[in-house]
């Protein structure tokens, strides 16, 4: 049984202002991976810094202030969960609950991660977690990039749609997603 985590420990420098609460079709950016999360897993929280503003009907797991990485949140989220974690980032509003499905099922018995990989490119922040992932991840030094920590676990690799790995980091991505949405 997974735990459903939304990352949203980012700083949101690049946007201005804070992303998990950032308005995407009237909707705060947060609310699009948890709603495909609440999908798939019967328990749905958010790692987060304390300081990060969240919608209050979130559960929300406070991470550690330091170190500054998305690493802490996976750290966090695996040593609260006791159990398999499967994550999507706070702004990738259009991941869907079919592509978590496919993600989770990878996730075998003796493995560490199943992990979307796009155009050869994995995403460490849409993948599947085993609690044996744990050790690896606290090694791993603050600069060093996720992708190469998440690598070196050997991941399953599930293969993914450009669109649906898209991330919201800037104003104008914020207003390409509201474009792709109301097109759609």
Known sequence: MFTGVVLAGGLGRRMGAPKATALLAGHPLIEYPSAALRLVCERVVVVAKRR??????????????EPQHPVAGL????????????????????????????????????????????????????????????????????????????EALEPALVEVAPELVFNVNTPEELAEAERRLTSG
């Open 52 to 65: 990060t503003d969240l919608p209050p009907e979130l559960e929300r797991w406070d991470e550690p202030d």
């Open 75 to 150: 750290c966090h989220a695996l040593q609260q969960a006791n159990g398999p974690i499967l994550v999507c980032a706070a702004d990738m509003p259009f991941v869907t609950a079919e592509v978590l499905r496919l993600i989770a099922a990878e996730l075998h018995p003796s493995g560490n991660a199943a992990v979307g990989s796009c155009d050869g490119r994995i995403e460490p922040l849409l993948a599947a977690y085993a609690p044996e992932a744990l050790g690896a991840l606290r090694r791993a030094t603050p600069d060093e990039p996720l992708r190469r920590t998440v």
